[in-house]
T-cell receptor, first 112, second 113 residues
Framework: NAGVTQTPKFQVLKTGQSMTLQCAQD?????MSWYRQDPGMGLRLIHY???????DQGEVPNGYNVSRSTTEDFPLRLLSAAPSQTSVYFC???????????FGSGTRLTVV | AQKVTQAQTEISVVEKEDVTLDCVYETRDTTYYLFWYKQPPSGELVFLIR??????QNEISGRYSWNFQKSTSSFNFTITASQVVDSAVYFC??????????FGKGTSLLVTP
């Protein structure tokens, strides 16, 4: 099925560990973005990309890295996990045209 | 810089009541796009509507309607005759120049029977 696939769905990390949250879309969308959702804070933009090889920082980029080597994939890397990064992470893609964004189902990350 | 404000944190209504969710935005762009999303208890984000800054017509879709007013920088969302299934968190968002979204903090709507 076409859409945005996020893996894993759940993850528990220890403080200081690193990991990569995967995001892949098969709709040939140019625009992709990562958000974190915390209670009472809504969704906050971490990083975004307007095409392969181009990324930029959002509102809360510290502690996260991204790259966009292909149109399909936009992985989010946690360099050294901290408890403050416990959150639900959503990836989204868009073709920038008439309709809304397609969101993945989210990754629930807990850092202990 | 862009900003989206949803001043109502939580709203509780009884089924069949009408309810309006407020959204106020700030942007320096002359062309911009606003969105509403619904997040039911299951957690997925459901697209409801997109509105561009050129089109100030109100939109109606079934029990849902949207009132976009550039003069007050508002894009309010009304549910008519609310139902229990409308219980969710609703987010208003503004697209930035990089085609990513700046979200408000959301309004949690609880509809009780």
């Amino acid at each position: 099925n076409a859409g945005v696939t996020q893996t894993p769905k759940f993850q528990v990390l220890k403080t200081g560990q690193s990991m990569t949250l995967q995001c892949a879309q098969d709709m040939n969308h140019e625009y992709m973005s990562w958000y974190r959702q915390d209670p009472g804070m809504g969704l906050r933009l971490i990083h975004y990309s307007v095409g392969a090889g181009i990324t930029d920082q959002g509102e809360v980029p510290n502690g996260y890295n991204v790259s966009r080597s292909t149109t399909e994939d936009f992985p989010l890397r946690l360099l050294s996990a901290a408890p403050s990064q416990t959150s639900v992470y959503f990836c989204a893609s868009s073709d920038g045209q008439a309709y809304g964004y397609t969101f993945g189902s989210g990754t629930r990350l807990t850092v202990v | 810089a862009q900003k989206v404000t949803q001043a109502q944190t939580e709203i509780s209504v009884v089924e069949k009541e009408d309810v309006t969710l407020d959204c106020v935005y700030e942007t320096r762009d002359t062309t911009y796009y606003l969105f509403w999303y619904k997040q039911p208890p299951s957690g997925e984000l459901v697209f409801l509507i997109r509105r561009n800054s050129f089109d100030e017509q109100n939109e109606i879709s079934g029990r849902y309607s949207w009132n976009f007013q550039k003069s007050t920088s508002s894009f309010n969302f009304t549910i008519t005759a609310s139902q229990v299934v409308d219980s969710a968190v609703y987010f208003c968002a503004l697209r930035n120049s990089g085609y990513a979204l700046n979200f408000g903090k959301g309004t949690s709507l609880l509809v009780t029977p």
